[in-house]
């Protein structure tokens, strides 16, 4: 099986690893017997699906970028029928493809809520309409059909599609959320029908000349402020950024155009040292979703929407593809273990839209219209981020391991067989958890290869490059140091000043109250950063400042009487899983 993201041209190239254990190949069983079941779920009850059966009804349930979801579970399904030890959705894949393919108009135009009586014309609001981001995700679910071989009918519903967008925005025009780019160069990649390279690098450059009309968030939450090409950091709508980064890259890969792979990649550096949270999710505003300035990084006002995470890890792939760059599969680990996985539950059936580093007030349960709160929902309004993981979780296997002609690397580690670059591997490893890397060489040709495995940044001086003519039994091991260290944060992040974190590994750990002493908050706690963090805690003191009228004084408040306390932490993909809660990230310093 192939993936998501198959570039002609490249430094590496992708391959499909089967995960056989461990963390992620856990999550990979919950995803195709729990997850995929609930969403539809939900969206047969809403009537999201019912949309599909009664086209042309003037009043169409759901918001005008349900279709969607039904569009990214397609291609979730795709992924797990065809994934090796996955759950088989055929008979699902067949019903759905039959549903969409009923309600698409003779012109191959595609959506329920646009262009039939009663209802808005299509294309009629360029803002928010979300006609041709939904026709991306429609266009991906093709491509995962035809690169599954499952849900035949499928991808000519895509190239259908396709080929109108191609005819209706052939001189000018684009959507207000990017999305439909990355998918139309994908199915050119699965076609070689240039037209719809050619066509998403069109949209790639009409953008950022203001010409959509102006709104309340300004033109910068559409990408449309300023050309990809002058752009020196992501700005506006975080998710919409991080989808237009990507097709930009998969544009410049596809063309050969080095100077828009650059522009991306540098844009996509400063983001990382300027406007990420430590977790790996973007986005600090709550109101428009949207990155804040330069180290604007609140982390009880961090938004770091879990379909950001996503498409971060979709960002970094594409653009370790492109350059061979180990670095970017550095975000693609944070991001995974910290965004990702915090945000589903155990049971796959609840998530979090938004993922705070701080919960203040013990989190509240969430209703159907509101995101944040501190507690996974099992629906919301607006549920893009849960069939946004379901696809990635299910086609996970591709963005673990790359080859080249000289051999193989390992960019993620998880307990897998790898056949690439001429070699079969057998991978064993605890990680996350612990940090030993074991690899089997299973098969292997008689002349050198390089096998490479990833060196994390946070375990500088390990060595993770073998070339030699390997045999057959041979055993190669990465010991990758686990040791709890102390994180601090640059001191321009203003609400991050005085503070520090604790990381093992690539996990961000966090206070939660449910672990503190009785009658210790979290807010009282100073941790002494002179004495290294253990595992599972830290030492420190309680520090509760006397209450007064007023909150601020013309000295330093006197603190009553501060108590040593040890401060017990717990990974932050483990969080809100108890009951309600606070929980810290980052904790004051002594």
């Not at 895509?158 to 080929?163: C, E, M, N, Q, S």
Request: aromatic share 8%; glycine share 10%; with cysteine.
């Amino acid at each position: 099986m192939t993936g998501p993201v198959e570039p002609r041209r490249g430094a590496v190239r992708p391959v499909s690893v089967r995960l056989t254990g461990g963390f992620w190949a856990r999550r990979q069983t919950v995803n195709g017997t729990a997850t995929m079941r609930h969403s539809r779920t939900w969206m047969d009850r809403l009537g999201w699906t019912g949309n599909f059966r009664a086209p042309g009804t003037a009043v169409t349930r759901g918001r005008e970028f349900s279709d969607s979801e039904v569009y990214k579970l397609a291609e979730a399904l795709c992924w797990e029928s065809a994934r090796p030890g996955g759950e088989p959705h055929d008979d699902e894949l067949a019903e759905l493809t039959a549903l969409i393919g009923g309600a698409q108009d003779a012109d191959g135009y595609l959506h329920t809520a646009y262009g039939r009586p009663g209802q808005p014309r299509r294309y009629s609001d360029r803002h928010f309409g979300h006609d041709l981001y939904c026709a991306g995700h429609l266009i991906q679910a093709s491509v995962a059909a035809a690169r599954t071989g499952r849900a035949p009918g499928l991808l000519d519903i895509g190239i259908r599609a396709a080929d109108h967008i191609c005819a209706e925005f052939a001189d000018d025009g684009f959507c207000g959320h990017p999305e439909v780019e990355t998918a139309l160069v994908e199915l050119y990649r699965v076609t070689g029908e240039r037209r719809y390279l050619d066509q998403a690098a069109a949209f790639v450059n009409r953008r950022g000349h203001r010409s959509l009309p102006e709104h309340e968030f300004g033109w910068q939450y559409f990408q449309d402020a300023v050309p990809i090409r002058s752009g020196t950091v992501f700005h506006g709508h975080a998710v919409r950024a991080l989808y237009l980064a990507a097709g930009a890259v998969d544009v410049a890969v596809e063309t050969g155009d080095d100077e828009l792979l650059e522009a991306v990649a540098r844009q996509f550096d400063r983001t990382l040292a300027r406007r990420t949270h430590l977790t790996g999710g973007m986005g600090s505003r709550h109101m428009d979703e949207s990155f804040g300035e330069d180290f604007v990084l609140p982390p009880d006002r961090a938004y770091s929407e879990t379909c950001a995470g996503v498409a971060t890890v979709q960002l970094a792939h594409r653009l370790l593809l492109a350059t061979g760059d180990p670095r970017y599969g550095d975000i693609v680990d944070r991001v995974l273990h910290n965004v990702i996985a915090t945000s589903i539950a155990d049971d796959g059936r609840s998530f979090f839209y938004a993922n705070t580093l701080q919960q203040r007030t013990p989190s509240e349960a969430p209703t159907f219209k509101k995101f944040s709160g501190g507690a996974r929902a099992p629906w919301f309004e607006v549920s893009c981020c849960l069939n946004n993981m379901a696809r990635l979780i299910a086609s996970l296997g591709s963005y673990f391991a790359t080859e080249d002609s000289g051999g193989v690397q390992l960019h993620q580690f998880a307990p897998m067989r790898v056949e690439a670059g001429g070699m079969v591997l057998d991978v064993d490893t605890g990680y996350p958890d612990d940090g030993v890397v074991t690899v089997t060489v299973v098969e292997a040709p008689a002349v050198p290869r390089t096998l490479t495995l990833r060196v994390p940044e946070w375990a500088a001086g390990a060595d993770g490059v073998h070339r030699r003519v390997f045999q057959a039994g041979e055993r190669i091991r990465l010991d990758l140091p686990m040791r709890p260290r102390w994180t601090f944060p640059d001191p321009r992040a203003d609400a991050l000043r005085g503070c520090a974190a604790v990381e093992v590994g690539p996990i961000v750990m966090c206070a939660e109250s449910t672990d503190q002493e009785d009658g210790v908050h979290l807010d009282e706690i100073q941790v002494d950063t002179s004495v290294a963090p253990e595992a599972g805690a830290a030492k420190g003191r309680r520090a509760k400042p006397a209450d007064s009228g007023w909150p601020y004084r013309s000295h330093r408040p006197a603190l009553e009487r501060p108590d040593p306390v040890v401060v017990p932490l717990l990974p932050y993909h483990r969080w809100a899983r108890r009951g309600p809660s606070t929980m810290r990230i980052w904790l004051p310093t002594t």
